[in-house]
């Protein structure tokens, strides 16, 4: 059974930093690549960064892009997103998701699998 757990949300103040860590079980995370998204309040979910599987690229969404890191442990089969300078926009559910390529194009229909979520709220 495949499966993908978030972890890591929770309250931050604006600059401050959190880890999500997103644990996959049920599959070769080797073979997969993996893509953080966010629905953030108002808008349709989107695509923040990803990781290809086989040739190590990586993409990282213009808006987050110097402040979130996106890495991988595959003997661990953990993903990680570090968000550093964190700002109110940022608030949002932060899912991870394991499908078949990473593009700078970041699109919903390339991922296969999903997990539920975690809640990230940047305030004061």
């Known amino acids: 059974q495949v499966q993908l757990v978030e972890s890591g949300g929770g309250l931050v103040q604006p600059g401050g930093s959190l880890n999500l860590s997103c644990v996959t079980s049920g599959f070769t995370l080797d073979y997969y690549a993996i893509g953080w998204f966010r629905q953030t309040p108002g808008k349709e979910r989107e695509g923040v960064s990803c990781f290809g599987y086989n040739d190590g690229y990586t993409f990282t969404t213009p808006s987050v892009k110097g402040r979130f890191t996106i890495s991988r442990d595959n003997a661990k089969n953990t993903v990680y997103l570090q968000m550093n300078s964190l700002e109110p926009e940022d608030t949002g559910v932060y899912y991870c998701?394991?499908?078949?390529?990473?593009?700078?194009?970041?699109?919903?229909?390339?991922?296969?699998?999903w997990g539920r979520g975690t809640q990230v709220t940047v305030s004061s």
């Open positions: 998701a394991a499908g078949r390529q990473c593009t700078w194009l970041l699109i919903e229909r390339d991922y296969d699998y």
